[in-house]
């Protein structure tokens, strides 16, 4: 469903993403790793449409269409949903703002505030949150709980998180993992990852390891645990 | 190339047809003072008082600071224009075109559910006045300035240009010589006055200056919110409006002013506004400065009585070709006195917003306190954010607080919306309207929409 063929990401002269090909199929689950700096963000980024982070060079096509030139509004509207590593606080504006506003006229604002409520709920997300500022003094976990709710609303059919562990403790890390189970049916999930944390709760289909912005090995769920065993190195080597 | 708020130009920018029954000629000169003075058969005290504010205005120098005031041609203007006979009571008897301006500026809409009392001024008369019964019983007194005038004279005598002498600067001073319409507000002692009074204004005539005048008295206990909202038809020549506003706040009594300030884009608008606050009283001006061509205005507040406090809540957003130059003004007198000053500013598009504010503790006002935050927001690499925060503390054991913050609405910001799904000109909107919001949450309900609302037109008229 989407494909990235000979993609190659530059942010200012550097380049960060070299030559990746890879097609991810509808319905699965995909874990990409790698060490730090190795491309993992540049690659969500890229697919989402940052405008930092342009295709060099490359064709990414979503279930056939090419959306390298689209906006990331655009790219939303088609299905592409980001889940960030580091969900900016924007003060002001509340989660409900944000959605009634992304999906137009496609949702009576009734029922948006009552399925806003139950996926907060489900999400065990402390219900003043969701009338606060977004993002804005709560904890990491809490953050990533609210971009979870983002996706569950607005429905994609492709759902990136990045760095969903990160400064999350092991019981948001579960429920984040089980909504995220229960909600799979037909979608694509790219979860990127440092650590193998999430992997024990959400089963990938597939591993793919980044190494200085290239991809250099795909394998099953058990590529994932040898990671975490032997570490980054001795597994490429 | 699109202008930068054509769907609001589209929706308020239209003139009626108009019909005077007096009209001064251009420019300004002792005559045309005394023969305003005449029409409106003034006490002989305002003539005198209005020819030696003229002297004043004629000998004053144009300010040599703020916003650039260069090209206001004071020759060029209509000084007292007049625009039907006599005041009506009723909406009915209103003529056609004013009351189809009032219709779709929404004021009889607006009046049915949530007014009190709408005195609106049409150019320089008031010609529709209504006021609630509950106001009179309560022995309030709201009217406009004119009235004020011929039915309370002693009252207005007492009070009128007091705070706001002509000699204060050259735009009160043009004021006080050729003032027509405004609002006259009295509150007797201990009354509360539940629903905020409203006055909508409007300029329809090009080249014509609006002197409005504005004198609100809040009795010992006394409370009232007064709001000011203004829409202006869009002219091609510049148009000047330069209102003066005092208010007495007497002790223990409380006055809210808010203003949303929407004049097009060829208005320069400076005005002088100062209250004063006697012991324990709350002066608090909500201050929101969206259109305009220039604006200067600094609220003020003369804090004279022990433990009286004052407040400034202001939002300016500047456009193309507008400059906000727009602040605050404490001056603490008294002991424990306290001070708020919050002001937002949002430049777009090569707008330029300027905070301007001084806040001036006199030897004597011990333990008194000020807390000043400004932040600016910056839309694109064009536009302008400017503060200038002037403190004179004379006196020691008091508390000051500032902060200031320079933001530029960043791209990460935008691409955590956009990536949502959200157009780029929706999330401006969203981003800037939260950034204003602690001083939205102040203005009442149907305000605060439209203002919302207006920042949403104002970002989706941008250009890319």
Not at chain 1, 215 to 226: C, I, N, P, Y
């Amino acid at each position: 469903m989407l494909q990235l063929k000979k993609v190659s990401v530059k942010v200012g002269k550097k380049e960060i993403l070299k030559d990746f090909n890879f097609e991810f199929e509808k319905g699965k689950v995909y874990a990409v790793m790698g060490p730090n700096g190795s491309g993992k963000s540049t690659l969500a980024y890229a697919i989402a449409g940052h405008p930092a982070y342009k295709l060099d060079v490359g064709s990414l096509k979503l279930d056939g269409k090419e959306i390298r030139d689209k906006k990331p509004e655009e790219r939303a509207k088609m299905g592409i949903f980001l889940s960030f590593q580091n969900p900016l606080s924007l003060s002001g504006v509340t989660v409900f703002q944000l959605l009634r506003i992304a999906l137009g006229k496609k949702k009576d604002p009734l029922e948006l505030k009552n399925e806003v409520e139950t996926t907060a709920r489900r999400l065990k997300i402390n219900p003043e949150l969701i009338s606060r500022s977004l993002n804005d003094g709560a904890s990491g976990g809490e953050k990533k709980k609210l971009e979870m709710l983002q996706a569950a609303i607005l429905d994609p059919k492709l759902v990136i998180f990045d760095e969903i562990d990160t400064g999350v403790d092991v019981d948001a890390l579960k429920t984040i993992a089980e909504f995220m189970d229960g909600n799979k049916k037909g979608k694509t999930f790219i979860v990127i990852t440092h650590y193998n944390r999430i992997l024990h709760y959400i089963k990938p289909d597939k591993v793919l390891v980044l190494m200085e912005g290239k991809l250099v090995k795909v394998g099953g769920a058990k590529l994932a645990e040898e990671i975490e065993k032997k570490g980054y190195e001795k597994v490429m080597s | 190339m699109q202008q930068s708020n054509l769907d609001f130009e589209y929706k308020f920018g239209f003139s009626m047809p108009q019909k005077y029954t007096f009209k001064s000629k251009k420019g300004l000169d002792e005559g045309v003072v005394k023969m305003i003075s005449q029409m409106k058969k003034e006490p002989v005290w305002m003539t005198e008082f209005r020819l030696k504010a003229y002297g004043i205005f004629k000998k004053k120098p144009m300010p040599d600071w703020g916003a650039d005031l260069s090209k206001i041609n004071f020759d060029s203007m209509y000084y007292y224009i007049k625009p039907t006979d006599k005041q009506v009571n009723s909406w009915e008897d209103l003529p056609a075109e004013i009351k189809n301006t009032y219709d779709r500026i929404g004021v009889p809409e607006a009046e049915k559910k949530f007014l009190a009392g709408v005195s609106a001024q049409y150019e320089s008369e008031v010609v529709y006045e209504s006021i609630n019964k509950e106001l009179n019983k309560q022995g309030v007194l709201f009217c406009d300035m004119d009235t004020g005038l011929k039915k309370y004279p002693h009252l207005v005598k007492k009070y009128f240009g007091t705070l706001i002498p002509p000699h204060d600067n050259k735009f009160a001073a043009l004021n006080s010589a050729t003032w027509s319409g405004g609002s006259f507000v009295y509150i007797p002692k201990g009354v509360k006055v539940k629903m905020p009074l409203q006055a909508y204004f409007r300029i329809n005539a090009e080249r014509f200056g609006q002197f409005e005048r504005t004198l609100i008295i809040a009795e010992e206990g006394a409370y009232v919110h007064y709001i000011e909202g203004c829409t202006a038809p869009i002219y091609t020549t510049q148009s000047l409006h330069s209102a003066v506003v005092e208010i007495f706040v007497h002790k223990n009594a409380r006055v809210r002013y808010t203003t949303v300030q929407n004049w097009s884009n060829n208005v320069y608008n400076l005005v002088t506004k100062r209250a004063r606050a006697d012991e324990n009283a709350i002066m608090e001006w909500v201050d929101c400065n969206i259109g305009s061509k220039v604006t200067m205005k600094y609220p003020s507040v003369y804090l004279y009585g022990e433990g009286a406090r004052g407040e400034v809540l202001s939002i300016a957003y500047a456009g193309k070709n507008q400059h906000q130059d727009a602040g605050a003004k404490m001056l603490h007198f008294a002991p424990r006195t306290s001070s708020r000053i919050i002001s937002k500013s949002i430049s777009k598009a090569g707008g330029r917003t300027s905070y301007r504010g001084l806040v001036q503790i006199m030897p004597g006002a011990k333990k008194s306190s000020v807390y000043v935050s400004c932040d600016a927001l910056i839309l694109d690499e064009k536009s302008r954010s400017d503060t200038y925060p002037y403190m004179k503390i004379k006196q020691n054991d008091v508390s000051i607080q500032h902060e200031a913050t320079v933001e530029k609405l960043g791209e990460e910001k935008l691409f955590y919306l956009t990536s949502k799904g959200i157009s780029k000109s929706d999330a401006e909107g969203l981003l800037v309207n939260g950034f204003i919001d602690p001083v939205v949450k102040e203005i009442p309900l149907e305000y605060s929409i439209e203002l919302n609302r207006l920042i949403n037109l104002e970002m989706s008229g941008s250009v890319g």
